[in-house]
């Protein structure tokens, strides 16, 4: 099973994501932006970081990579996809998911370890889960509230697409406290916490990540 | 404009005798754009040449070491930790541009330090900051320190590095001039030392990074206005603006060329730009260079010839290539959208020579730039240190009951300098690249290197500036040895040490004075620890009006870990396990944080370094963290044990009983040198006591972990809520 990884100019978490895909059991496959080759994956990460800088808005710039003009359809046809961070906002960005992050409520970057809900444990990356289920996860970010028109929100909780929520308060200022969402297929799933961060607690504040990267896993390979 | 004019050297910071010495090298008038490059070469920052006679005895006392692979004089000292990996890392300050433009400064500071580490060859894999602020609640620390962290944040956050310690204080002396101190490690393959040095003629000399702009080049436009007429060229910023996305494409790129092997010599740019890559290029080289301006790469088509040697924009490197493997280095730019540009190739003439749309405006001997002029300035030890020696803080009134003693651990841990440091830490990406075992609040910040033997490196930094004031040479000794400590504490092995000496105008002999002892103890002191300065940092003229600040050498120490899965944390852990308190406790209250916060009181003897001492201890840690015996282990430094107790409780979420052996007021607050509290896991007691007799460390068992509260039988207990809430409400209420 082979887990592609895309590297845009300035993602920094793409190392970690490969990491995971490693001690999920799968293949990670490096994914140049500049190629148009999603080089076979069975599934496709967007790692954290700051594309292109994250200038002119987070996200923006690197939906028009030439990468993404293979993902997007793929996405569309049923590819599990996930994105992390800036790849959650990438996907965003590409309308793959609906809403868009906007700057933390206390207007500071966020590094800390947070207890999440999983809300959705039917989707391509949380199946490993069980719904209600509590995760500890960092988030480290400066762009991570959700925001969507009520409308968009109300279409979202009632089709149990928010994938998971901040359970101790709200760090940020997320619309609803949520802190991931999917796609209506539940293929393509975004979060702003780290998973990748948390597979090892040597090296994390807790294994619970891990779940994301074995789902995928168990999914493509049943 | 005519031939007698006065060239205004003057203005560049230039003496006359050094004017002279530039004339006479040239046997001829400078040009301005020589004139320009001997100024920004020849001013302290650039040539420590009122630091260099002090600094030779680092490399003259320095012990042997089979592990120093480059040593000082380098861009950065690399010491080889074994399993086919080498490490890089130094510590610079960016104390002034970051008082000016907080958040700039305090970025750019990171962007200079890590292209140091990157020109080593090294990739960066994490950051620290030493910072030092005037009083936490002066108006002016809220514009700067916010500034500063968030420039450290936007930074180093971008470009992907996880910040993993460093140091957070606060005192008056430093309210016009904080301390902006960063420090960066790299790891490499020792086959992957780089070299600055311009060697083989015929080969190219390739510009690369960001285009050169009029960043910091407030003196060239003396400069300008000097000799063509006010007016005839805008003022200059002189605080840089930094670009993370530009630099983390840089470091990219760089990694990419050394793999292919594609560069012969490489420097980074920092203070003096093009003039100081080219001209320490040229001299460590064939000694000969022909560089073209006209081709540098500019973003404002009005700079001259002075104005692009001097700028420092940031994120630029310059690289030597070989002429057969340019096209292939240019690709590799091109790949990571880096702009890259040869300039000019290596000559053998012994002259570095530029030249500017077709007339030649430099040709010096290289080395004579690059070399400097060498001081030894007065010095004289300041009356005053009698008298500050004098003031005991033994006659301060002390707390007289249990009472008492509770309310002074409750100033010290919510004092600003003591009180936790989320609100800063939280901004910092620790996580990135996912090897970060320890990081802040522990006390050394502990990296994996290899994911299958588990080999890893420790840093900590420290500095003392009340203890500096107090006796320079003791205090940086006791620098020294509290990083050395924090090291060791991480179950690591202390391996090599880097240094930033902050100090006042080196023109005041009572200042010349604090850096010859503080050097002098530096080098002693890393004799008796058997670990070797591989680097460093001199910043001078750290003062407002003719007040300096403390004298505050920030020292670094990097150790190896053998296997980080086996790393100590400050945290309790387990409920029954022993705490034992290992090394000398003695009445030690001079500089103590105790005097500081309940006093405001600065007097009497530092506490004693015993650096013997100090090595036994860190055998013993090393040992006991190898064999699996501890469940906790916490340095003693600022506030003693009753701070480190609560600092274990809090990070563990567990609580203590402890029972003191002596003087409770002694016991609780004094910061004796050499000093650490360990948890000892259940059933290893016998083991870690033959361990403890074994390296000859004196140690008692002073209680247990456990319960929810920080309990000090017959004196106080104080509820795990109550401390936290007490640690944790100082500085957000401080900075929003």
């Given amino acids: 099973m082979r887990i592609g990884v895309i590297t845009f100019p300035g993602s920094l978490d793409d190392r970690d994501a ?26 496709v990460i967007l790692p954290g970081g700051f594309s292109y800088g994250d200038y002119l808005r987070c996200g923006a710039i690197a939906r028009f990579a030439p990468v993404m003009s293979e993902l997007v359809p793929a996405a569309r046809a049923g590819l599990p996809v996930l994105g992390i961070c800036n790849g959650f906002q990438i996907l965003c960005e590409a309308h793959l998911l609906p809403g868009a992050l906007t700057r933390n409520a206390g207007l500071k970057f966020i590094t800390r370890d947070l207890r999440l809900r999983v809300e959705n444990a039917r989707t391509a990356w949380t ?14 970010s400066g762009e991570g509230a959700y925001a969507a028109d009520p409308g968009t929100l109300a279409g979202l909780e009632a089709s149990g697409l928010v994938v998971l929520r901040y359970a101790d308060g709200n760090p940020n200022g997320s619309a609803a406290a949520i802190a991931g969402v ?13 998973p990748e961060h948390a597979v090892d607690s040597l090296t994390g504040p807790s294994a619970d990540g891990l ?4 789902s995928v896993v168990a999914g493509v390979a049943a | 404009m005519t031939v007698d004019h006065v060239q205004p050297f003057a203005e560049l910071g230039l003496t006359p005798a050094e004017y002279e010495t530039i004339v006479d090298t040239l046997g001829r008038r400078p040009t301005d754009a020589e004139l320009a490059l001997y100024s920004v070469m020849w001013s302290e920052h650039c040539s420590y040449k009122s630091s260099k006679v002090h600094l030779r005895q680092l490399a003259a006392k320095a012990p042997r070491s089979d592990a120093l692979l480059a040593g000082i004089g380098h861009n950065a ?13 130094k510590i610079e300050s960016h104390n002034h541009p970051s008082y000016v433009e907080p958040h700039q400064g305090a970025a750019t500071g990171v962007g200079g330090i890590v292209r140091d580490i990157l020109a080593m060859g090294a990739r960066p894999v994490a950051v620290m900051d030493a910072l030092r602020f005037g009083p936490a609640s002066a108006p002016d620390t809220a514009r700067v320190l916010p500034g500063v962290v968030s420039g450290i944040s936007a930074y180093g956050n971008c470009l992907g590095l996880p910040n993993i310690g460093g140091e957070l204080d606060f005192d008056p002396t430093y309210a016009g001039n904080p301390l902006v101190n960063a420090l960066c490690v790299g790891v490499m393959r020792p086959a992957d030392l780089q070299v600055a040095a311009a060697s083989g003629p015929g080969n190219q000399v390739i510009l690369f990074g960001s285009t050169t702009g009029p960043d910091g080049v407030g003196g060239a436009s003396v400069l300008a206005s000097a000799t063509f007429g006010d007016g005839a060229s805008a003022k200059r910023p002189s605080v840089q603006v930094g670009d993370p996305f530009m630099e983390k494409r840089l470091v990219e790129c760089c990694l990419e060329l050394f793999a292919g092997d594609l560069v012969v010599g490489i420097q980074d740019l920092g203070a003096a730009g093009v003039a100081c890559a080219t001209t320490e290029l040229a001299a460590a080289g064939t000694g000969g260079m022909l560089i073209g301006l006209d081709a540098v790469p500019l973003r404002d088509a009005s700079l001259g010839p002075p104005e692009i040697l001097m700028s420092e924009s940031q994120e630029r490197m310059m ?8 096209e292939e280095f240019l690709g590799v730019c091109a790949k990571w959208d880096v702009r890259a540009a040869v300039i000019g190739e290596v000559t053998d003439t ?14 010096i001997p290289p080395a004579s730039a690059a070399d400097g002029p060498v001081y030894a300035r007065p010095l004289a030890r300041p009356s005053a240190q009698d008298a500050l020696a004098a003031d005991d803080p033994a006659a301060l009134p002390r707390p007289a009951d249990g009472a008492g003693l509770r309310a002074d651990l409750m100033a010290l841990l919510s004092s600003p300098g003591l009180a936790d440091k989320s609100w800063v830490t939280d901004q910092y990406d620790r996580y990135v690249r996912g090897d970060t075992v320890l990081a802040m609040p522990e006390d050394g910040g502990l990296l994996r290197v290899d994911e299958a033997t588990g080999l890893g490196i420790a840093v900590a930094t420290d500095g003392n500036g009340r203890y500096c004031r107090l006796d320079p040479y003791l205090g940086t000794q006791l620098a020294l040895s509290e990083a050395y400590r924090n090291v060791a504490a991480t179950g690591a092995r202390p391996l090599a040490v880097t240094n930033c000496l902050n100090f006042g105008s080196p023109e005041d002999p009572a200042v010349m004075w604090q850096f010859a002892e503080a050097v002098r103890g530096l080098a002693d002191g890393c004799a008796a620890l058997g670990v070797p300065v591989t680097g460093g940092n001199v910043s001078f003229y750290n003062q407002t009006g003719t007040v300096a600040i403390h004298p505050t050498p920030v020292i670094g120490v990097l150790g190896v870990h053998d296997d980080v899965r086996r790393r100590v944390s400050i945290g309790f852990g387990p409920a029954g396990d022993a705490i034992v308190l290992l090394g000398r406790t003695a009445a030690e209250f001079g500089g103590s944080a105790w005097a500081h916060v309940r006093h405001g009181h600065l007097g009497g003897p530092p506490p004693a370094p015993d650096l013997d001492a100090e090595r036994r201890l860190a055998a013993l840690l090393a040992a006991a963290a190898a064999a699996g015996l501890l469940s906790a282990a916490h340095d003693l430094s600022d506030g003693g044990l009753a701070v480190a107790l609560a600092e274990s409780c809090l990070r563990g979420g567990t609580g203590c009983v402890v029972r003191l052996p002596g003087d409770p007021f002694t016991w609780l607050f004094s910061e004796s040198a050499g000093r650490c509290v360990v948890a000892v896991s259940a059933g290893a007691e016998a083991a870690f006591g033959h361990l403890r007799d074994a390296n000859g460390v004196p140690g008692e068992t002073i209680g247990a972990v456990g319960g929810d509260r920080l309990d000090v039988e017959s004196c106080f207990a104080v509820p795990l809520a109550e401390l936290a809430a007490t640690h944790t409400q100082t500085l957000p209420a401080l900075f929003g």
């Fill in chain 1, 18 to 43: 490969a990491r995971a895909v490693r001690l999920a059991g799968a293949e990670p496959v490096a994914l140049w932006h500049g190629d148009r080759d999603l080089r076979g994956a069975d599934a």
């Fill in chain 2, 319 to 326: 690289a030597v290539v070989e002429p057969g493997r340019v």
């Fill in chain 1, 127 to 140: 199946r490993a889960y069980s719904g209600g289920d509590q995760i500890v996860v960092p988030l480290k």
């Fill in chain 2, 77 to 89: 000292g690399v010491v080889d930790i074994g399993q086919g990996y080498a490490v890089t890392f």
């Fill in chain 1, 182 to 194: 999917c796609n209506a297929a539940g293929n393509v799933v975004g979060l702003m916490p780290h």
């Fill in chain 1, 211 to 214: 779940g994301f990267f074995a």
């Fill in chain 2, 350 to 363: 012994g002259r570095l020579v530029m030249t500017w749309h077709g007339e030649t405006v430099v040709d």
